[in-house]
Every structure is written in structure tokens, then in C-alpha cells.
């Protein structure tokens, strides 16, 4: 084969537009020992390629619920009896306060003036607290959320898949 045949492609492959029977030489046309043979290496190359393809469309709806319950939870209230006792009692000096079967006592004292002073007990304050549950039903309104998915399928892409294939090739995703 001549050289000037073997034509260089941009990939680094060769080309020879020649027939076959144009590469094997004829005996007589050249003495051997100016003949040089080529001998072409053939090789398949595959070449791969990715595309995205849209196969359906997902719709999420949402969906409010509300639904009414009673609150049956017990309340607590707190009130404060005040009680005052008057006391006519001469004391030494001012009495802190103190607390006596649950319940405060703050004392209320006045400098009387007499030939002497002293501490004369006018009254004492008696703070009793007390703790009564209340049953007080309510009603609540509660909400919930839920979210619906639904496909919705191209349908021009799936003929084009079944002719392509030659039968069903849909994926669900």
C-alpha cells in the first residue's frame, strides 16, 4: 500500500480510502525489497453520552384539617383571705414576721406615747392563702396538615420511549 494513502485524522486515527482489493500489491508491479508493507489496525471506540430526560411531573397538594377538642386540663386559682385581729398588747419593739400553720403573720405596731414610751401591739395582719381547682372546659380547634403527591406522567415522552425501544421503558422515580 502506498504510503500517500494512509491519510491522519485530527483524533489520531488513520483513514485508507482505498478497496480491499487495492491493498494487497500485485507481485510484478515492484521488485519485494521496495515494497513496504502497511497493515491497518482497526478499532471500535464507544462513545457514551447522558442527557436528562423529564418522565413526569410530581403535584403536591395540601390539605388542611381541623378538628375541635375539649380541654378537660384542671385550672388552678389561688385567693388570699385577710384577716385582722386587733391586739392591745405592749410589746418590746417591732415583731418580724413569721408564719403559723400556713398561714403569714405581719404585725402592725405604733410608738404610743405614755410616761414612757413602748410598743403597744395595735393588730395583726393573718394572710392565709388558699388552692381550689376549677374544672373549666374549653373548646380548642386543632390543625393538621397532609400532603397528597400525585405523578403526572409526560405523554409525548412516553411514545417516544415505546418507539425508540420498540416497548415500555417508563421508570418510576
Avoid at 390539605?63 to 375541635?68: D, F, G, M, Q, S
Avoid at 418580724?96 to 404585725?107: C, F, L, M, Y
Wanted: hydrophobic share 35%; charged share 35%.
Amino acid at each position: 500500500m502506498p504510503e500517500a494513502a494512509v491519510i491522519p485524522q485530527p483524533d489520531g486515527c488513520v483513514s485508507v480510502p482505498l478497496r480491499i482489493a487495492e491493498l494487497v500489491p500485485a507481485p510484478r508491479e515492484a521488485p519485494p525489497e521496495t515494497l513496504s508493507t502497511v497493515v491497518p489496525v482497526l478499532a471500535e471506540e464507544l462513545e457514551v453520552q447522558k442527557r436528562r430526560v423529564e418522565t413526569s411531573t410530581v403535584r403536591l397538594t395540601e390539605v388542611l384539617h381541623e378538628r375541635e377538642v375539649e380541654n378537660k386540663e384542671p385550672l388552678w386559682r389561688e385567693e388570699v383571705e385577710v384577716t385582722r385581729v386587733p391586739m392591745q398588747r405592749v410589746v418590746e419593739g417591732p415583731v418580724p414576721v413569721r408564719e403559723e400553720d400556713g398561714t403569714t403573720i405581719i404585725s402592725r405596731v405604733e410608738e404610743v406615747l405614755v410616761v414612757e414610751k413602748r410598743w403597744m401591739l395595735r393588730e395583726e395582719i393573718h394572710i392565709r392563702q388558699q388552692r381550689r381547682e376549677i374544672h373549666q372546659p374549653q373548646r380548642i380547634t386543632l390543625r393538621s396538615e397532609e400532603v397528597q403527591v400525585e405523578r403526572v406522567p409526560h405523554a409525548e415522552d412516553d411514545i417516544d420511549k415505546e418507539e425508540s425501544y420498540g416497548k415500555d421503558t417508563r421508570r418510576t422515580l
